[in-house]
């Protein structure tokens, strides 16, 4: 614990916090630390005395000598706090004048768990998202919510995620926690953890337990959707919307549903609650849907696109993850959520499947009473990572390989195409139940870059295998797309790793080199300097797919490559996901995936003007048939600026 003495605070003693000893604890503040003794801390530590008027303690817990994580540190400060409120503050929170008495008063309006609003680092940043570095709860909280006995949050999520799924759980019984604005706090995020600490074996470690713990929160929670944490305040109402579990059962093609009532005046709501999905391998999708009166549709959820097989979870779906069903009111006009007057659970599959939604809840706020002005929400700049074609890029350090883990040569290497969706598609193949991401690193390794020169050894290839160290029997890779267009790489890929399977995406041309131009100019932007001369040249080169993929089979045997469109990923995804997986050995089912996620999606393309389109297509035409007389399975009807050479 940490008192007023600063000299207290370093030697660690016990003293209370601003009050006498022997006076009733009200609150007691939990601070996991790095480093107990570090001015950050008696910064937090000053503030918190400062401004809490209630006789409290201060419980600092060292998480960093071994490295013990985030959620140990919190389960260990909360067993030992004494308080009938609790709050849990990351070591790098400023709380300002006035925050908790908000956040008692909240409290004691019966919600279980409340947390401020995060007022940013002087950038203008408001933050009204669920987030562990600071929230308060009552001792009743503790011991009704606890995950297990003595262990407030799961000890299964070290470092990440224990926020996401705190609120999960409490989503799913009812009472989420709720956003109390008048109370504020300044944070400067990922200090508690600290990703950029200047210790190697740290961060090794610490990258290292992130992928563990996304792995233990995506097999937790696989139905959730991603995205931020909602904020939930006292003025959404919970409303029941059905008196008990909702079951479907569908025997085949077509929709199986059940209509609910929506109540009139919903603004800004949640839908929560729990599926349970029983099902044969096969495309099933699972969604929400809200009608009017004359039971048009006018928004729906995909809740569960692309589930095969059989699994549950908790869902939490914000309005603004609903789309609106726009081709019933061209000319009409947008449809209207005040319009919505019924909620549809439906669902339909190839097979046999049974379906059932259960606490199904909506937090809704009242379209006619919203309480709270939206906040203008504006961001830091942040400069990307300096493009290839601007200096070489270096990989990072490769990580530990933990005990009873091999390295090797990755199990597959995405190669290419630059903005052909490989983004999304890396991700939904490592969101596989029988596939690890390489921990801590990014999807892109670069690994051959620095080799362009040549002089490419044996030991070289042993280091690249030190990137991709996995358990039995999971299977790993990266996905660099440059690795298709840099002619050095097929050669000293084929040394690394001669059994890889290898993953291309495809694009029509003409739109990648649109798409790839718009990436050169946004970095220039960001960058603040103009677009490099080589920029237009890089991106014609990135599309001559025929002469690249010639180059790569040079060194590979054609069994060892599969070639998929962008556009058929686009609006076939299912179907081409379940070609990727076979193409890798794996199984399709029971697991969930989200299908529409877009990560590197840029909108606002420039547009291309009509003769460097024509001069495009004109340049390509000779490398797109060479691609197809090679790859017959390109359908170039896909394709608008080549549609005229189909077969």
């Known amino acids: 614990m940490v008192g007023e003495d600063s000299d207290n605070e370093r030697a660690g003693k016990a003293t209370k916090s601003g009050h006498p000893y022997g006076a009733k604890v009200e609150v007691s503040v939990v601070i996991p630390s790095l480093d107990v003794n570090s001015p950050v801390v008696h910064e937090c530590v000053q503030a918190v005395k400062a401004t809490m008027p209630v006789p409290h303690e201060v419980i600092v817990i060292d998480n960093g000598a071994p490295p013990q994580g985030f959620t140990g540190s919190v389960n260990a400060g909360l067993r030992a706090a004494r308080g009938r409120y609790l709050v849990v503050l990351n070591d790098d929170v400023e709380v300002l004048d006035g925050w908790w008495e908000p956040l008692a008063r909240a409290l004691d309006a019966d919600n279980p768990v409340v947390f401020p609003m995060t007022a940013g680092d002087g950038q203008g940043v408001r933050n009204g998202q669920f987030q562990a570095w600071c929230f308060a709860l009552r001792r009743e909280t503790l011991e009704r919510f606890a995950f297990t006995p003595g262990e407030f949050l799961d000890p299964a999520l070290s470092v990440w995620y224990s926020d996401t799924d705190l609120l999960l759980r409490l989503s799913a019984a009812g009472v989420p926690p709720v956003y109390v604005p008048e109370s504020q706090i300044r944070h400067e995020k990922s200090r508690t953890v600290d990703l950029e600490h200047p210790d190697d074996g740290y961060r090794t470690w610490l990258h290292a337990q992130i992928a563990s713990d996304r792995a233990a929160f995506q097999v937790k929670h696989p139905l959730y959707p991603g995205g931020p944490s909602p904020a939930i305040t006292p003025e959404h109402l919970p409303l029941e919307l059905a008196d008990g579990p909702i079951a479907l059962q569908a025997d085949g093609p077509g929709w199986h549903s059940r209509t609910l009532p929506w109540p009139e005046e919903v603004g800004h709501f949640f839908l929560t609650g729990e599926l349970a999905l029983s099902a044969q391998p096969g495309e099933i999708s699972v969604q929400f849907v809200f009608a009017d009166e004359e039971d048009r549709e006018l928004f729906y959820f995909n809740l569960v696109p692309g589930v095969l097989g059989s699994g549950s979870g908790h869902f939490c779906l914000t309005r603004e993850r609903a789309k609106a069903v726009a081709e019933q009111f061209r000319g009409q006009g947008d449809p209207a959520w005040p319009s919505v007057r019924k909620l549809v659970v439906r669902c339909a599959c190839e097979h046999d499947a049974s379906v059932i939604v259960t606490n199904l809840r909506a937090f809704a706020e009242p379209a006619t009473a919203r309480s709270q002005p939206e906040v203008a929400m504006s961001h830091p700049e942040v400069k990307p ?37 490989t983004t999304r598609w890396f991700d939904l193949i490592v969101a596989h139940p029988e596939v690890i991401a390489p921990p801590g690193l990014r999807k892109e390794l670069h690994f051959f870059d620095r080799f362009h020169a040549g002089g490419f050894t044996a030991p070289d290839a042993a280091a690249y295998h030190q990137y991709f160290p996995r358990p039995e029997p999971k299977l790993t890779g990266e996905w660099t797309p440059l690795y298709l267009a840099a002619f050095w790489v097929p050669e000293m890929l084929a040394q690394a ?151």
């Not at 990989?395 to 995405?414: A, K, S």
Request: glycine share 6%; with cysteine; proline share 11%.
């Open 385 to 421: 990572a300096t493009l290839a074609y601007r200096g070489i890029r270096e990989p990072p350090p490769p990580p530990d390989c933990p005990p009873g883990w091999r390295t090797g040569p990755p199990d597959f290497i995405g190669v290419g195409a630059q903005r052909c969706g």
């Open 497 to 647: 790793a001669p059994q890889a399977r290898l993953l291309v995406l495809l694009r029509d041309p003409v739109e990648r080199y649109i798409s790839g131009l718009q990436h050169h100019h946004r970095q220039a932007e960001f960058n603040r300097s103009p677009l490099d001369a080589a920029a237009p040249l890089d991106a014609y080169l990135r599309g001559l797919y025929g002469a690249q993929l010639e180059a790569l089979l040079a060194h590979f045997d054609r069994s060892q490559l599969l070639v998929q469109q962008y556009e058929r990923c686009t609006r076939e995804p299912l179907a081409e996901l379940r070609r990727s997986y076979e193409f890798l050995g794996l199984k399709h089912s029971g697991f969930t995936l989200d299908l529409e996620a877009h990560p590197n999606r840029q909108p606002g393309k420039r547009p291309l003007h009509p003769d460097a389109r024509r001069a495009l297509v004109e340049a390509y035409r000779d490398d797109v048939a060479r691609l197809v007389d090679r790859f017959p399975e390109i359908d170039l009807t896909l394709w608008p600026n080549f549609s005229h050479l189909a077969g």
